[in-house]
Structure formats: structure tokens, C-alpha cells
């Protein structure tokens, strides 16, 4: 009889779980290809790691088995593929949790191996055949109702009673941390300067929708209607956080702003000054979140001459769209996402635009990117092969950074096959194209850097028309009504818009804490690929995301709707962890490097 993939699966985890049970890392090593990887969030290591080949393995297992004491690794379905090629979802347990990992074997070796933390054992979610009875069935004089305990504990948190967790930023990283925080039980504050939920979305300029499309875009444990669009405008995603933030019953301070924040070290606690609907609020939480978004304070390039210009300039994020642009001159430094829906909507205004490129762009279509990049893992297709959002979030983990540009390359060689003729009319109209250095296209542009790229929604072909007139090379200066290129090249305007991106998230610590803190946090975002804007050394997780920072019980959380939603598993469990005075033994803290 051939091995079966689920007889080669099982074999693997029975060998692998006796050489751990046994503390024989050795007997470990020899179940693992000598290129290997293996990624863990939290379940080993307390931290969000990648162990690259087995002296790096064994390294891990040699500090962490005596805490961890793996255990029951089984598989949690059958395995797929065959005897040589095995992928697995596997099930297992460590002392203080439940986890859930995903093996790929080759050849009876394991290749990459995923292991994650799903949940504390004694400190489950309160779900399922474990949800709260939520009334008590006798009759008592003086009962309170579930609105008046939540208005009585809500008119408490913060002013009598202090809770665990503050975060800063209530856009939708926030509000999806806070959720999972509100289910495990931890108290939280959420901080917010805008007026209600989903601000952060409303106050964007008004042609707005998500570029990724609706199956990739949940929110933890709620998802979106079946029906919604695949490309949700974004009013539409600003009313859902609203109303989510309400029946997730999250303490959403809304019209407050953090002014300052200090680790006060006699008390082992934060000391966060906030201004709530213009009250001061001293906040004492043991642990504190900044979920500012994916990047940090807007970054405008300082160019000769600014001062002197007569008309309107503003960076991207306050451009508010809409308005009669009829006979205006509008020139947008910059060729990335922001700045081609933002040409596109001066140019259905009525303006005169022109694009101001200064370095080439990776340009996706839309449909393509949905069909080749996520169609397998987010789609309708997906979900009738039984590929759920979960199951596609730790799919698309399971592919190491280090590998994942392999993975990658193929997947935009098609695209650049598929749409050759769109991609030859882009570089006739005298754009700069490019699919990332290595050719790994988009997403790695994004983990690296987070800027470089165009999903394009219909804004192409604005520039292929001509409609949006291009402009290549670098700005000299700006006079009092032109942008001047390097080349001599003057461009009239009436308004400069600077969709120039944004800089480390860093930066808010740096003027809500100190210098000092922000430094030793370091540089957030990107992984070491020593690409152009992530430079070395290689680390091999997003920098500081969702993990212990070099600060005391400071955490950054952000990313896209996608690792917002996925990521937050991992950084409530840490939080509620730390809640409970649980022992978290961090594994290889990662080095600060790069400072702002």
C-alpha cells in the first residue's frame, strides 16, 4: 500500500512529539530539512518569530521547552497532497494553551512549520455551550438591568476604577483589538480625537472605497453581510465600525486625545494624560497600545520655495474631495495609491491634474489581483472550497517572510502576461513601472515598505488617455504658481497636493512619550529585506507589530484590515496573559535598529 499524506502527517507528529516530550532536540532537528522555517506566534516563544534552519530551531526548543511542554499534536482535518508533499492542520498543546498550526512536509521532512496560540486554558472566551446565562432567574428587590450595569460601569472605567489596557487610536486596529480584549475579559479603554467611530473613514475624501476586496476586510468575529459589495465605499465602512463598536459594547472614548503618556516605574503602571470632550483624564493602565494606523505622522518633503506659493498645499491626508475644480491647475506630487485616487477625483471635478512621479511604481489591476493574488485564499471561490477567513489568515502566515518573494514572483509573472497590453500603454504614456526589485509584486512592497504600488480601480487609464497629464523626475523647487521639475519644467497650479506618504509609527511616541522611548522602540514596520525604504539587518518579522517591544509594557498594533484582524488574536492573547499574571517568557527580544 502507498503512504498516505494523512499516514506521513501522523507519523511526523508522532516522532516530533516523543523527541519533545523527551527533550531530545536532537531526535527534533533530524524530523526538519536542513532549509527550514518555522514561524511562531506566541505559543513557544511569547513573541512573533521566525526560526530559520535547525541551529536557530534548536536554539528556540533548547531555551523554551522546559516552560512550554508541548503536547497532543494531532491533526485537526485530513492532510492534503501526497505522500512526497504533505500539508497538515494540526492541533496541539502547550502548558499554559491551546494551539493550531500548519505543516508542510516534503519528503517525509518538515519544510515550514506554523505554530500559534488560539487560547489560555482556564481563560477561554465565554462562547459557545461556555456563553453567560446574562439573567439570573429569580426575583430580587433592587435588580438592575444589563443597561443600567453597563452605564454604572461605564460611568466607572477611568475615573474610580482603572482599566488593564489603554489604546490609543479608535480606528478600526482599535476597535478590533478591543473586541478581543472585551471577550477575554480585560478591561480596556479605547482613545479617540474624532467625534464617533469610523471618523477615521468618514474624513477621507469623498470617492473613497476599499481597494481590497470585502472577503479579505472582516472584522474579529463579526463578518460582513454576504451581500455587501465586494468594494465597500468608505462612509459605508465607517457606519459598520460604528454600529460594531456598539454591540461589541466596547469603552469607546470618543472626542479624546492622548496628550501625553510616561511609564511611572514605583507603580508599575502608564501614566496617560488624555482630554476627554475637553475634561482632563488621568488614565493609570498597566498595559499601553498605540493603534495609530500603519504609519506614523504625514511626511511632506520641505522643497525651495514652498512659502512663496499663492495657491493651496496640503499633504493627501486632508484632501477632502469633491467641490467644483472646474479651470483649476491641480499638480500631485507623488504616484502611489493616494495620489491616483486623488488625481482621479480632481480630474471628475473639473481640475486640470498632473501626476508628479518621482520614482517608479508597481501598478496591480484590481480584477487580476484579485484572480491571481488572492483569489485562492479571499474570494467566493475560496469559501466554496471550504477555505474560511481564518483558515486563509493562517495560510497566508505560513509562508515565511524569507520564502514568501518565491512564492510570490510567479504570481506577478502572470499578471504581467495577463495585462502586457495595459502595462505597454502605462510605459507609452511615459509611466515608470516596476513589480517590486525582486519581481515579488505588491504585497511584499507592502510588508518592506509599505508604499510603492497602485491598485488600480480606473485611475490608469486616466494616465493612458492623457486625461491625467504625467510629469517624471524630481521637484527643484516651487515658485508662486508652479512646481518646477529638475529639468526646467514648470507645472502651473492652483493647489499642490502632496500624496508623499507618511513616516515610522515611532514617530507619535516620540512626541506623546518622549525621544528617548521612541528610539529605544526603534524603527516599526518592515522585516530587514535591505530593500529600497527596509533597510538591514534581516529579521524576518514586521518590526515591533503585535509583539514585546523594547519598552515595558508599550505595544504598536496596525496594518490593513487583514492583519488587523488577524493579529489582534495573538497580541489580546499576550495582553490577557500579562492581565492574569501569567508567566510570558519573551524569546529573543528583537533588537531596536533604525531610529526616526
Excluded at 523527541?19 to 527534533?28: I, K, P, R, V
Excluded at 467641490?323 to 495609491?337: C, H, L, M, P, R
Excluded at 514648470?490 to 512619550?513: C, H, K, P, Q, R
Aim: net charge negative; hydrophobic share 35%; proline share 5%.
Amino acid at each position: 500500500m502507498p503512504e498516505t499524506a494523512n499516514g506521513v502527517a501522523e507519523a511526523w507528529l508522532a516522532q516530533f512529539e516523543e523527541a519533545l516530550h523527551s527533550n531530545n532536540t536532537e531526535a527534533a532537528l533530524e524530523l526538519f530539512e536542513d532549509e527550514s522555517y518555522w514561524r511562531d506566534f506566541v505559543s513557544f516563544t511569547w513573541n512573533l518569530k521566525t526560526l530559520e534552519g535547525k541551529p536557530e530551531i534548536k536554539r528556540m526548543l533548547d531555551a523554551t521547552l522546559p516552560d512550554v511542554q508541548p503536547s497532543n499534536w494531532k491533526l485537526a482535518e485530513d492532510a492534503t497532497g501526497d505522500a512526497a508533499n504533505v500539508e497538515a492542520w494540526v492541533d496541539f498543546e502547550t502548558a499554559q494553551a491551546r494551539g493550531h498550526a500548519h505543516l508542510r512536509l516534503r519528503n517525509g521532512k518538515c519544510w515550514t512549520l506554523l505554530t500559534t496560540m488560539q487560547e489560555l486554558k482556564g481563560f477561554e472566551e465565554k462562547k459557545g455551550p461556555n456563553r453567560e446565562q446574562g439573567v439570573a432567574h429569580h426575583i430580587s428587590k433592587g435588580r438592575k438591568s444589563w443597561l443600567e450595569l453597563k452605564e454604572e460601569q461605564e460611568a466607572k472605567l477611568g475615573y474610580e476604577e482603572q482599566p488593564n489596557t489603554v489604546i490609543i487610536g479608535g480606528g478600526q486596529g482599535g476597535i478590533g483589538l478591543g473586541a478581543r480584549l472585551r471577550r477575554l475579559g480585560v478591561s480596556t479603554i479605547i482613545v479617540e480625537k474624532n467625534e464617533r467611530p469610523g471618523d477615521s473613514w468618514r474624513n477621507r475624501y469623498k470617492s473613497l472605497h476599499l481597494h481590497d476586496p470585502v472577503w479579505y476586510d472582516h472584522l474579529p468575529y463579526m463578518k460582513f453581510p454576504d451581500d455587501w459589495p465586494v468594494f465597500a465605499a468608505k462612509d459605508k465602512i465607517g457606519d459598520w465600525l460604528e454600529h460594531y463598536t456598539r454591540i461589541m459594547e466596547l469603552n469607546y472614548w470618543s472626542k479624546t486625545e492622548c496628550t501625553n503618556a510616561r511609564w511611572d516605574a514605583d507603580r508599575g503602571e502608564w501614566e496617560v494624560s488624555v482630554m476627554r470632550d475637553g475634561e482632563p483624564v488621568t488614565l493609570r493602565p498597566k498595559q499601553l497600545v498605540f493603534a495609530l494606523g500603519v504609519s506614523g505622522y504625514p511626511n511632506v518633503p520641505v522643497f525651495d520655495g514652498a512659502e512663496s506659493f499663492l495657491g493651496q498645499q496640503y499633504h493627501s491626508s486632508k484632501h477632502p474631495g469633491g467641490g467644483d475644480w472646474t479651470g483649476k491647475k491641480a499638480v500631485v506630487i507623488g504616484s502611489n495609491n493616494s495620489a491616483h485616487d486623488i488625481c482621479a477625483d480632481l480630474w471628475e471635478h473639473g481640475a486640470d491634474v498632473t501626476m508628479v512621479q518621482r520614482s517608479s511604481t508597481h501598478i496591480a489591476r484590481s480584477e487580476s489581483l484579485m484572480d491571481l493574488a488572492l483569489g485562492d485564499l479571499y474570494s467566493e471561490k475560496a469559501l466554496s472550497n471550504g477555505v474560511t477567513t481564518e483558515k486563509a489568515d493562517l495560510l497566508f502566515a505560513s509562508l515565511p517572510y524569507r520564502i514568501l518573494p518565491e512564492a510570490q514572483i510567479p504570481v506577478y509573472q502572470q499578471m504581467a502576461a495577463r495585462d502586457a497590453e495595459f502595462y505597454s500603454q502605462l510605459e507609452a504614456a511615459g509611466f515608470d513601472l516596476d513589480f517590486g526589485v525582486d519581481g515579488s509584486g505588491l504585497f511584499l512592497k507592502y510588508l518592506r515598505r509599505g508604499s510603492g504600488y497602485y491598485i488600480d480601480v480606473g485611475a490608469s487609464q486616466l494616465i493612458i488617455d492623457g486625461r491625467v497629464k504625467l510629469a517624471n523626475g524630481q521637484v527643484s523647487k516651487i515658485t508662486g504658481n508652479a512646481v518646477v521639475m529638475a529639468d526646467g519644467t514648470e507645472l502651473e497650479a492652483d493647489v499642490i497636493i502632496y500624496a508623499t506618504g507618511y513616516g515610522s509609527m515611532n514617530g507619535w511616541l516620540a512626541d506623546l512619550v518622549s525621544p528617548e522611548v521612541a528610539d529605544a522602540v526603534g524603527k516599526c514596520w518592515g522585516f530587514g529585506s535591505d530593500t529600497p525604504k527596509d533597510p538591514g539587518p534581516w529579521e524576518g518579522e514586521l518590526r515591533n507589530m503585535w509583539k514585546p517591544t523594547n519598552v515595558q509594557n508599550l505595544w504598536i498594533h496596525g496594518g490593513n484590515l487583514h492583519q488587523s484582524r488577524h493579529y489582534s488574536t495573538y497580541l489580546a492573547l499576550q495582553l490577557k496573559a500579562r492581565a492574569e499574571g501569567l508567566p510570558t517568557p519573551v524569546y529573543e527580544l528583537q533588537p531596536s535598529h533604525h531610529t526616526r
